[in-house]
């Protein structure tokens, strides 16, 4: 296991932005080690096969009952499935924590896509609101413009709106990476505690309001910068990472990212100590 | 939470009370208090149009108080001797339930202030809407159940916003629900989806400048708030912009008049709306699937920005 408190020099992710706080105290995290890796077993997943292909008309399913079928063909060796009329249902494709190639041919409601650990997913439509919410990994790329709530709350994996997206885009956001070919609305970034966001429009008013960490990359102009955001300096490392990622995410691809702005906590609204809460509690 | 929907036809007529009912029937989980449309028909322009109520759905879930049915008719004769004495003549009448009422007139004053004051100064009688194309329906239930009761689905016209209500500031009655006439100006309405929370200081200042309000609820205040931007002269676009910063909290409210639709979203952008926008047809909904219901074919749809005010034409 890793000694974080003998890391005495920034590392390449840290210079990037991707964190930069000095992580001090007890870690609670697992490591993965290979030589046990047949003894995890994740619930709910499927041994697929990206060659098998289906098609799926949710025209006159429930959610419920077109999620449960969707669990059911990947229960069967699917590893390709095409969603037919989704017709802008809510919380379509939510909770797969497996590997799956999986196409909407549509738009799709609030929530869709939430809470998934794993899939790559092509949305040839419009997304609603909080899409992609709690994305562990995986891959989504939505064709059209989204909702408000853009990756609230992602912990990893890519999140690419071809479009532009309403308000409040990777609220919460705790990793991965989300990627706006259009324009952002207000509160774009609003308390994101790591990952990063690149826009390449516009974004509306209180960029990055409340940020405790990560970065926002942005292309056009700026609204206004929200509380304790700050500009930073655009390195070298940050042009050929933006350069690789908007290459992969199809979008972008000739975009100058020299010109791009880029957005970090400023850090003056933290309020920490090194007290554990037990501790703090004690001296309260 | 609470939904909404709007649509209008550019250059056309279609069934916008079937259209409405669909759309906010897509939305009723968002809200089945009370429903209400704001129908904007074809008619001839000649009479005006009064829909008003003389007491309450005291249904299931109501918060009214239960009133006898010959209450309603003694209010109602009252209302007839007014209009008698103001000149105006009923032309049509039609008592859909007994506590609710729709008239044409032949009335020929432009001032629907001293008119409205009158109406509505006997107890128990609230004018839910005045014009030459507009009606406003609203009651409880879901937007079926008042679609059905009241016969909307055959209603056609340009245009129409409607609301299907969660009650959460106020209590569940016709009073309270959504649309909001936009007293005294014809053809005037109002819905909205939002918590507003410097209701009592604007309700002050506007009572104080003889603006009327009939309910608590705090989406009345956009009707009255806008009505008072035009009754100085502002422009209905003018008076919405206004409201972005006249307004504190929450929302996004649409608003009709005779000929056009506008919709405004607040500075936060915290409540929903999804548009569809096209050289003949505008729907916008509070989710998407009330534009599917009557777009189902794949469109391309979007959420307004923050602080957004838009307005179309017929």
């Known amino acids: ?284 | 939470m609470c939904g909404i929907a709007g649509l209008i036809h550019r250059g056309k007529s279609s069934n916008v009370g079937s259209e409405l009912q669909g759309m906010l029937q897509a939305l009723k989980h968002r809200g089945e208090d009370s429903t209400g449309y704001a129908l904007y028909g074809d008619t001839d322009g000649k009479n005006f149009i009064m829909r008003f109520k003389v007491g309450e759905n005291v249904g299931e879930g109501s918060s009214s108080v239960m009133e006898d049915v010959s209450v309603y008719d003694q209010r109602k004769k009252i209302v007839d001797e007014t209009l008698a004495e103001m000149g105006a003549k009923i032309v049509k009448e039609e008592r859909t339930l007994p506590y609710s009422l729709r008239y044409e007139i032949d009335y020929n004053v432009k001032d629907l202030l001293e008119f409205s004051q009158r109406i509505e100064s006997i107890p128990g009688v609230e004018i839910l809407s005045m014009g030459k194309s507009l009606e406003v329906i609203k009651d409880l239930g879901n937007a079926k159940m008042v679609c059905d009761r009241y016969s909307l689905d055959k209603i056609v016209g340009t245009h129409a916003i409607g609301h299907a209500r969660m009650a959460t500031e106020s209590g569940v009655d016709i009073k309270s629900a959504h649309p909001f006439w936009g007293y005294p100006f014809s053809d005037v309405s109002v819905v909205h989806n939002g918590q507003l929370t410097n209701y009592w200081n604007n309700r002050r200042v506007l009572e104080n400048k003889g603006m009327r309000f009939m309910s608590e609820c705090d989406s009345e205040l956009i009707a009255v708030y806008l009505a008072e931007k035009m009754r100085d002269g502002a422009t209905l676009e003018e008076g919405m912009k206004a409201s972005l910063t006249g307004l504190d909290g929450v929302f996004t409210y649409f608003v009709a008049t005779k000929d056009s639709l506008g919709m405004a979203k607040d500075t936060m952008a915290a409540k929903p709306l999804v548009l569809y926008e096209s050289d003949d047809l505008v729907a916008m909904g509070s989710e998407e699937i009330a534009i599917r219901s009557v777009l189902p074919q794949e469109i391309d749809t979007y959420d307004p920005f923050d602080g957004e005010v838009k307005v179309w034409q017929i």
Not at chain 1, 9 to 37: I, W
Not at chain 1, 272 to 283: R, S
Request: with cysteine; hydrophobic share 35%; glycine share 14%.
């Open chain 1, 1 to 284: 296991m890793a000694n974080l408190k003998t890391v005495s020099k920034k590392s390449k992710a840290q210079s990037m932005g991707m964190h930069t706080e000095v992580l001090t105290g007890r870690t609670q995290q697992k490591f993965f080690n290979p030589d046990e890796a047949e003894n995890f077993y994740y619930f709910g997943t499927y041994d697929v096969d990206f060659n098998k292909r289906t098609e799926l008309d949710v025209k006159d399913m429930t959610a419920p009952e077109a999620n449960k079928e969707i669990d059911n063909l990947m229960s069967q060796g699917y590893g390709t499935i095409v969603i037919k009329n989704p017709q802008g249902k809510h919380s379509l494709g939510v909770g797969i924590l497996n590997k799956l190639n999986l196409i909407f041919e549509g738009s799709l409601g609030y929530f869709g896509m939430g809470s998934c650990d794993g899939p790559i997913v092509r949305i040839n439509g419009r997304v609603g609101w909080s899409c992609a919410e709690n994305l562990m990994a995986g891959k989504v790329v939505i064709e059209k413009n989204a909702g408000s709530c853009f990756g609230a709350a992602i912990r990893g994996g890519d999140l690419i709106c071809k479009g532009s997206v309403g308000a409040r885009t990777g609220i919460d956001m705790k990793g991965g990476t989300i990627i706006i070919g259009g324009d952002a609305g207000a509160f774009t970034g609003f308390m994101m505690q790591r990952g990063r966001i690149i826009i390449l429009g516009d974004v509306g008013i209180n960029l990055g309001d409340s940020m405790y960490d990560g970065t926002i990359f942005v292309g056009g102009e700026i609204g206004s910068y929200g509380s304790d955001a700050v500009d930073s300096e655009l390195t070298s490392s940050d042009q050929d990472w933006l350069k690789r990622k908007l290459k992969v995410a199809e979008i972008g691809e000739n975009f100058d990212v020299s010109k791009m702005k880029k957005i970090v906590a400023g850090k003056k609204l933290w309020n920490y100590d090194n007290l554990e809460p037990t501790e703090k509690k004690g001296a309260i």
